[in-house]
């Protein structure tokens, strides 16, 4: 059993249902972000496209940030989830540069969504719910709480609500489908081979086990870093206007 998860990327309409989804089940602090959205442009005026990437963790086969962890905090669970035992994170963030897809946040500090206000309910609801501890790296781990509860309960990953990622059962367009990939029999499956999915720049080597319909031959998010190509998710990439194209 593998999971994994398949984005269409003809039917992604930006509107950030799974960034806030993400944030609101994870009670996610102020400037950390599992889900993220990058918005570019390509090509000359009139003929303009607009390109719209949903990324996350990657939930690599054989993913790199494990092998650069010197403390044991980024496991690999048998069914493939990638996840971050933050008691076990020191903050080295060497996962974070090695990291191909640069999708895992440092959380520094902690901070008021309204400053000087206090904390809302919902933060403070989130430190007994959900706590997490400054000084540590996270990102997405496919929403495993959902699955292995599901799981418990006899519920199917993909098919039953409550065993999947919150970010798939949110999409208002139905862009996501998660499911097992090791199964030919599951809808990511065919997906992929009916649709012709592919993942996100396999060049690096990860085998990631999310996958991307329409569109990838045309991935804006690339930069020459030390002469290597680098997928970038810094703002200023994010949210640069106009054409982006690699170096």
């Not at 990324?55 to 054989?62: A, G, M, Q, R």
């Not at 990953?157 to 499911?179: E, K, L, Y």
Request: aromatic share 10%; glycine share 8%.
């Amino acid at each position: 059993m593998r999971w994994g998860m398949v984005i269409n990327l003809n039917r992604c309409v930006a509107c950030y249902a799974c960034v806030v989804k993400c944030k609101q089940e994870h009670f996610l602090p102020k400037g950390i972000l599992w889900n993220r959205i990058l918005i570019s442009e390509t090509g000359k005026y009139p003929n303009v496209k607009k390109n719209v990437y949903p990324i996350l963790c990657n939930h690599c086969k054989d993913p790199i940030c494990i092998k650069v962890c010197p403390t044991g905090a980024t496991q690999q669970r048998e069914d493939g989830i990638v996840w971050i035992d933050q008691n076990k994170c020191m903050g080295c963030r060497h996962c974070i540069i090695a990291c191909p897809y640069q999708i895992r946040s440092y959380y520094d500090e902690e901070k008021e969504y309204f400053p000087g206000q206090g904390l809302t309910e919902w933060e403070r609801m989130g430190k007994l719910i959900y706590p997490l501890r400054t000084g540590a790296v996270y990102k997405c781990n496919f929403c495993k709480e959902r699955i292995d509860r599901g799981l418990r309960l006899g519920l199917r990953p993909g098919i039953d609500r409550d065993a999947t990622p919150a970010c798939v059962i949110i999409c208002p367009s139905r862009a996501r489908h998660f499911g097992d990939l090791d199964d030919d029999e599951s809808e990511v499956s065919k997906l992929i081979a009916e649709k012709k999915a592919v993942q996100l720049y396999p060049k690096y080597g990860t085998d990631p086990s999310v996958y991307y319909i329409g569109g990838m031959e045309e991935a804006p998010v690339v930069v020459k870093y030390f002469n290597l190509d680098i997928f970038d998710t810094s703002p200023e990439v994010i949210f640069k206007k106009g054409a982006i194209e690699p170096e």
